[in-house]
């Protein structure tokens, strides 16, 4: 069996987001950027299955610009076997993004595809649901515990309730939560290697896929500073705020 | 409390290039496959095992220790995990050779990564260190079965190394050693005592490899007469397996100041009829053989100055961004408001940079004195190895414990208390300037043998090279006057008979440091590629810093008159 693994370049996750000055993004330049800790989950997730025996091969995909080759070398790195970049512009969104892999999924036939559940930048949770509605394939969303056997995989989702048991049948998107397992750091060895395992280029045209943005983002902006809070001397006092300061009871 | 590290890529990746000249670097023969996105990628990758692994282990470290129980050491908590990691990893072998397991990458990358390792975890460090200066003495003396037995494991981390130079009687003076080896069939016995030997003993890895500087019984006195013999914990059976127990064991660990996770081994050698040591190198050509792989750990000492001060210098600038006190027109500030906190952390941070400018610079030379193509290029890189190599170990290490110090002045009181974390750089730096030959060893071996070499030509090789690039530099007349003080201090102590020498040598390493530092911050700033910030540095240091060095020309001339004995009488 063949795995696809999306790993998407963004802000790494220790640094502190800044709102460009006109509002119209998030400042990216000369910002520490790594691949999405979902995506990296995912990769070893991948990497697991092959070195249990499920798979034979893993192919890492990542949608965006030039430096997302760098995203791509460190999943190789990890244990990737190759890797195919779309260069597009930046902002490439979900659905497009759906719509490319769909078409890569066509060319490579893999028996699953494993993925982070959201990407940290924009974290909109919706690229692996899309995918497997386009794909009309079975999709296990927010993984934290898989078990693959004779052609299905037992799932623990992350719901808000607490753990949920499904099975589903391959071919399957995943898209993995964080516990499910602690991604490998690259080795030095594998570092030096995967600079020789073989990234592809495509472009959207040769998926017939267009990029061009359909949602309009009118404007980002910090969250609003929190207020200072005041300690209260006795449950009375709580009481008496939330009625009359809060008016909440 | 604060103990985050956050490796600062971009401005490492910055000095890599525009200063140290990595670029060219890799174009030397073998290190074609260090191509920029490798380099990017070995960055990365070591920073995230730094800051993740190693980073939160260090106060873990100082808090417990390394302890003995029952004969053998145990290291702190986490220890033994994040070393196994680091092994696996293969950063041991990162600029060794590919023969034994090793990557070939620059040294001059190798001290990149190792500031890393040193910023988050130096008394871990320590450890691979050793392994790595052991693995050098063997590259350059072992005979072909000694490096198929022991370099592998060693490249690899499975095994890791010990140096025992030093006993109570013979510290800085090892012709005063005492410790006998007496040949046997198979090799030799090895009997005595050594005295600090760190990572002498630990649980990190399946057998550890002690390089023993001892006497043989025909040996001549003094340091003429001392051989070096590789002595493992475990003899290796024929196929190279550790087999049979030596007989050596730590008697004891030291308390010590700092470096708590580090053991600091009290060793016996030959309680039980004489541990197994083989010969490296020539009988009697013991000191010289230590001396390759001394001269490559006081390089790894510098940038122990140098990641132990980049650690120190976070933790006062995150603090100095938190901590209110006082008022400006009317608000609360934090103290980075006050200029005389924003001078002591300028004055970390700029030095920080002329520190890692001249350590990455260092190691493009040593790279160039191992690869070059030509043999005179080669001759040149390696003598300007020799002439800088005292100056990164002590100049490094004696601004690493200034920085150290002004990183707890930042913290005023908190600074005092342990939990806050920083006291235990405080502690730590004072080793540096220590251990790997005390740094009044290092300006005398500077004086004394550097500004000799080469009928005393070799400092002026540097020096002509710095006239010649002055002038293309932003604030050039700053650096020439900078320029024409080294001069002449390096005049006068050429000239000078060898106690007046003696007496400058302190000083003069201090002065040829602090111009260095200007000079590749100078360098530095007339790239194109310079972030905004680095002319700020820039000028900060040659305001603010060179100009007290600077002062040092008139102590050099001072000479040796002044330090008299008779106000020392006990
Ligand atoms: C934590 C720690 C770890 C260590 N690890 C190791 C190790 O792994 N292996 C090992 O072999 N050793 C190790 N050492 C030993 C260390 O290298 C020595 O302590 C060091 O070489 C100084 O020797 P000494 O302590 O005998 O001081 P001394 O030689 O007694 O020096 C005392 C002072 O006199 C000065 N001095 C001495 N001789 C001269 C001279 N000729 N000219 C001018 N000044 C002089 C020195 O600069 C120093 O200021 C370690 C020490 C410590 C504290």
């Known amino acids: 069996m063949r795995i696809l693994v999306p790993v998407k370049r963004v802000v790494d996750y220790n640094v502190k987001i800044r709102v460009k000055a006109d509002g119209s993004g998030v400042d990216t330049a000369n910002v520490k950027m790594s691949m999405n800790p979902f995506d990296e989950i995912a990769c070893e997730q991948a990497i697991r299955l092959k070195e249990a025996g499920h798979a034979e091969e893993i192919v890492a995909v990542s949608i965006g610009e030039a430096k997302c080759q760098e995203t791509l070398r460190t999943a190789l790195a990890m244990g990737a076997d190759r890797g195919i970049h779309v260069e597009a512009p930046a902002d490439v969104q979900p659905l497009a993004v759906a719509k490319m892999l769909r078409a890569i999924v066509g060319r490579e036939q893999p028996g699953l595809v494993v993925m982070g559940k959201q990407a940290i930048d924009d974290d909109s949770n919706q690229t692996g649901q899309m995918l497997a509605a386009l794909l009309g394939w079975a999709q296990a969303t927010f993984i934290s515990k898989l078990e693959l056997a004779d052609g299905r995989a037992v799932v623990a989702r992350e719901v808000d309730e607490g753990l949920e048991r499904i099975e589903v049948t391959l071919p399957a998107v995943l898209t993995v939560d964080l516990r499910l397992n602690e991604p490998r750091y690259a080795s030095l060895p594998n570092i030096m290697k995967a600079k020789k395992k073989p990234i592809d280029v495509l472009t959207p045209g040769d998926l017939g896929v267009d990029p061009a943005p359909r949602l309009l983002y009118l404007k980002v902006e910090e969250p609003p500073r929190r207020q200072a809070g005041v300690k209260l001397g006795s449950v009375d006092e709580l009481v008496t705020k939330l009625k009359q300061d809060a008016g909440v009871i | ?276 040591g083989l010969l490296l190198g020539e009988p009697h050509a013991g000191l010289r053989c230590m001396f390759t792989m001394v001269n490559k750990a006081r390089l790894a000492v510098g940038h122990e100055g140098l990641g132990l001060a980049e650690r120190a210098y976070q933790q006062a600038l995150t603090y100095a961004h938190e901590r209110v006190q006082g008022r ?111 740094n009044g060893v290092q300006a005398l071996d500077l004086v004394a043998r550097k500004l000799a070499q080469d009928d005393g030509r070799l400092p002026w090789l540097l020096l002509e090279e710095l006239r010649a690039e002055v002038p293309r530099l932003p604030e050039a007349p700053a650096l020439e006057r900078a320029l024409a003080t080294l001069e002449t201090a390096t005049r006068t102590v050429q000239a000078a008979p060898e106690e007046v020498r003696a007496a400058a040598s302190t000083p003069y390493l201090r002065l040829i440091g602090q111009v260095l530092g200007a000079f590749l911050l100078g360098r530095g700033a007339a790239s194109a590629q310079a972030p905004p910030y680095w002319g700020l540095l820039h000028r900060f240091y040659l305001r603010h810093l060179l100009p007290p060095a600077l002062a040092l020309g008139e102590v050099v001339a001072a000479g040796a008159d002044d330090l008299d004995p008779a106000a020392l009488a006990p």
């Open chain 2, 1 to 276: 409390m604060s103990t985050a590290y956050r490796p600062p890529l971009a401005e490492m990746r910055f000095v890599l290039d525009e200063v140290a000249g990595l670029r060219t670097t890799t174009q030397l023969p073998g290190l074609e496959h260090a191509t920029p996105e490798i380099v990017d990628q070995v960055l990365l990758a070591a920073a995230r095992l730094a800051s993740e692994v190693l980073a939160p282990l260090n106060p873990v470290g100082d808090r417990t220790g390394s302890v003995l129980e029952n004969g053998v050491v145990r290291t702190p908590p986490g220890f033994r995990e994040a070393y196994r990691q680091f092994a696996d990893g293969g950063w041991n072998g990162l600029v060794f050779p590919a023969e034994w397991g090793g990557q070939d990458l620059p040294w001059t990358l190798g001290a990149a990564v190792a500031e890393m390792w040193n910023a988050a975890n130096m008394t871990f460090q320590i450890c691979p260190l050793l392994t790595q200066a052991v693995i050098d003495a063997l590259l350059h003396h072992g005979t072909p079965e000694q490096k198929a037995v022991f370099l592998e494991p060693l490249v690899g981390g499975r095994w890791t190394g010990a140096m025992g130079l030093t006993e109570p009687q013979a510290g800085t003076d090892l012709g005063a050693i005492r410790t006998r080896a007496v040949p046997d069939r198979d090799g030799y016995r090895i009997f005595g005592q050594k005295i600090y030997i760190s990572y002498g003993d630990h649980d990190m890895a399946e057998n550890i490899v002690h390089l023993v500087l001892a006497r043989l019984p025909d040996a001549p006195a003094g340091s003429r007469g001392l051989s070096l013999f590789i002595v493992p914990k475990l003899v290796p059976d024929a196929q190279g397996r550790p087999a049979r127990r030596n007989d050596m064991r730590p008697l004891k660990l030291e308390h010590k100041l700092g470096l708590h996770a580090s053991p600091t081994c009290v060793m016996a050698y030959g309680e039980d009829g004489g541990a197994t």
């Open chain 2, 328 to 438: 400006v027109a009317g608000r609360p500030v934090a103290i980075l408001a006050y200029p005389d906190v924003r001078r002591m952390l300028l004055t970390m941070r700029a030095q920080i940079a002329a520190m890692r400018a001249l350590a990455y610079w260092t190691a493009g030379f040593v790279d160039r004195a191992a690869r070059a193509a030509d043999p005179d290029a080669r001759a040149a890189a390696a003598g300007r190895v020799a002439l800088l190599t005292p100056i990164v170990k002590a100049w490094c290490t004696d601004r690493a414990q200034e920085i150290a110090a002004l990183a707890v002045q930042v913290h005023g009181g908190m600074g005092f208390i342990e939990e806050t974390g920083v006291a235990q750089h405080y502690r730590e730096a004072r080793i540096l300037s220590i251990y790997e030959g005390t």
